[in-house]
């Protein structure tokens, strides 16, 4: 919604997942395939129906890139059937539901025939100076020798600054859904597979923002596999990230029912790592050094 937005009107969509007793679902991960769509918001919400079943909904406030037709592809919804029956006799495996692609027109904001510039006819040749000629043989040259050193400078700085505010980006993203997930309270019984396969999600995806790694596509061990080889991870902070995500796919795969205090623990856990691992900002001494001896003591328990 809106059906027929302008370019400029803030678009919501929302995705709602319902699910029958002993069916475990997984939403598609923050972000996932929503085509060239900038993401101002995120909101995930799950809810316990009286049947025992599940109802998951994902709210996304969105930018259009430009005005015309665009599309949003298919989100990938995963899922486990455990219900009695439902594996063929064999061990439930993870399956998959697409949505439809979604496609909208989006209205320009210019008035309807309205021209995009006018161009005037040329004002003819005017007059050379012998200076003028000598300094036109060397101008192209000094020219393209300046533009050649102001592109390389400008490159550097661009992908300095660029590398900076990423990283923070990746911290301050990642620290926001961590708010919200922590507003919304612990999780009872009914809402622990939810909780904590958002809770994993968002220590995976920050550090798929932060350092590279490919999280959505990775299994626990193939993802733990990847981070061991990050040089920038410590090894309380392997050790740390390590026990945290078993500690959740005990809950999401094992049917592990965790009290408050395990699920406080957990948050913090995942607040740690995320504190602990950012990227130092211009001017701070930088975590390989006060950041990485601070961070050490947090990581005991």
Do not use: N
């Amino acid at each position: 919604t809106p059906a027929s937005p302008a370019l400029g009107d803030p678009l919501t969509l929302t995705l709602t997942v319902a699910a029958q007793p002993g069916v475990k679902v997984t939403p598609p991960p923050f972000g996932e395939a929503l085509g060239r769509f900038s993401i101002v918001s995120f909101t995930p919400r799950a809810r316990t129906t009286p049947a025992g079943g599940s109802v998951a909904v994902q709210t996304y406030a969105l930018q259009a890139p430009m005005s015309g037709r665009q599309r949003i592809p298919p989100l990938r919804v995963e899922f486990v059937d455990e219900r009695p029956g439902a594996a063929d006799g064999g061990p439930a495996r993870v399956r998959e539901l697409l949505t439809e692609e979604l496609t909208l027109e989006v209205k320009s904001i210019l008035p309807a025939g309205a021209a995009m510039g006018q161009l005037h006819p040329p004002r003819g040749r005017l007059p050379v100076s012998a200076a003028g000629r000598a300094l036109s043989r060397f101008w192209p040259a000094l020219a393209a020798v300046l533009l050649a050193g102001l592109a390389v400078i400008a490159f550097f700085v661009w992908r300095r600054r660029a590398e900076v505010r990423t990283r923070l980006t990746a911290h301050d993203v990642a620290r926001a859904r961590l708010a919200r997930l922590e507003g919304r309270g612990l999780p009872g019984p009914a809402e622990a597979d939810a909780w904590y396969v958002e809770l994993s999600d968002i220590v995976r995806r920050y550090l798929e923002d932060r350092y590279g790694v490919r999280a959505p596509e990775l299994t626990t061990e193939e993802f733990l596999r990847e981070a061991r080889a990050l040089a920038a991870l410590t090894d309380s902070d392997r050790a740390l990230l390590s026990r945290f995500l078993e500690g959740c796919d005990r809950v999401k795969f094992a049917g592990y029912r965790p009290d408050d205090a395990e699920s406080r623990a957990a948050l913090e856990t995942a607040r740690r790592l995320i504190d602990q691992t950012r990227a130092a900002a211009p001017g701070d001494a930088g975590r390989d050094a006060d950041g990485a001896a601070a961070a050490a003591p947090a990581a005991g328990g």
